[in-house]
T-cell receptor, first 116, second 111 residues
Framework: EAGVTQFPSHSVIEKGQTVTLRCDPI?????LYWYRRVMGKEIKFLLHFVKESKQDESGMPNNRFLAERTGGTYSTLKVQPAELEDSGVYFC????WGQGARETQYFGPGTRLLVL | GENVEQHPSTLSVQEGDSAVIKCTYSDSASNYFPWYKQELGKGPQLIID?????GEKKDQRIAVTLNKTAKHFSLHITETQPEDSAVYFC??????????FGAGTRLTVKP
């Protein structure tokens, strides 16, 4: 069974540009999460999809971040326009149906974003 | 807000020694506590988890203990090996949607 995949693995952009991150969850997993880790700090929750619906987006920093999961399969996270403080590692995780954050989450390798 | 505190931030042990990482959480409703290991260039991988209906769980050299009254849980690695070197994260579910993570512990096992 393939794991969670993310693309790209690295992205270096200039302040003001747009970047779109993609996550492909494990096939059949209804729950999809986005997280971010800024250097040396905790992994912070951004949002949670159940299938194509946003269940909770309380962790999204501001309206420059837009996440979608059309069709309930892969998800994209767009940052527009990017700011310096958006730099960090963006992780995606998925879990099967069931009890949301009480289910085991499987993480992707992350996208390392650097905004210059 | 609801936080998970993790200590220490760095830990260096000699091969064969034990390593202990401790976490505290603040939400009394949390009932699921996973531990993740992140190796260089990879995403966090689940190594062990514990639910609130048990106080201890063991898997070979790894064990986790949970004290719900004190709201803390710990990861114990015995007979450490160089390949145990990684960043370890504890986590606790905050609600049905949100998993709160600690800031991570960088474990170095010296051969």
């Amino acid at each position: 069974e393939a794991g969670v995949t993310q693309f790209p693995s690295h992205s270096v952009i200039e302040k003001g540009q747009t970047v779109t991150l993609r996550c492909d969850p494990i096939s059949g997993h209804d729950n999809l999460y986005w997280y971010r880790r800024v250097m040396g700090k905790e992994i912070k929750f951004l949002l949670h999809f159940v299938k194509e619906s946003k269940q909770d987006e309380s962790g999204m920093p501001n309206n420059r971040f837009l996440a979608e999961r059309t069709g309930g399969t892969y998800s994209t996270l767009k940052v527009q326009p990017a700011e310096l403080e958006d730099s960090g590692v963006y992780f995606c995780a998925s879990s099967r149906w069931g009890q949301g954050a009480r289910e085991t989450q499987y993480f992707g390798p992350g996208t390392r974003l650097l905004v210059l | 807000g609801e936080n998970v505190e993790q200590h220490p931030s760095t830990l260096s042990v000699q091969e064969g020694d034990s390593a202990v990482i401790k976490c505290t959480y603040s939400d009394s409703a949390s009932n699921y506590f996973p531990w993740y290991k992140q190796e260089l260039g990879k995403g966090p991988q689940l190594i062990i988890d514990i639910r609130s209906n048990v106080g201890e769980k063991k898997d070979q050299r790894i064990a986790v203990t949970l004290n719900k009254t004190a709201k803390h849980f710990s990861l114990h690695i015995t007979e450490t090996q160089p390949e145990d070197s990684a960043v370890y994260f504890c986590a606790a579910n905050y609600n049905n949607n949100d998993m709160r993570f600690g800031a991570g512990t960088r474990l170095t096992v010296k051969p």
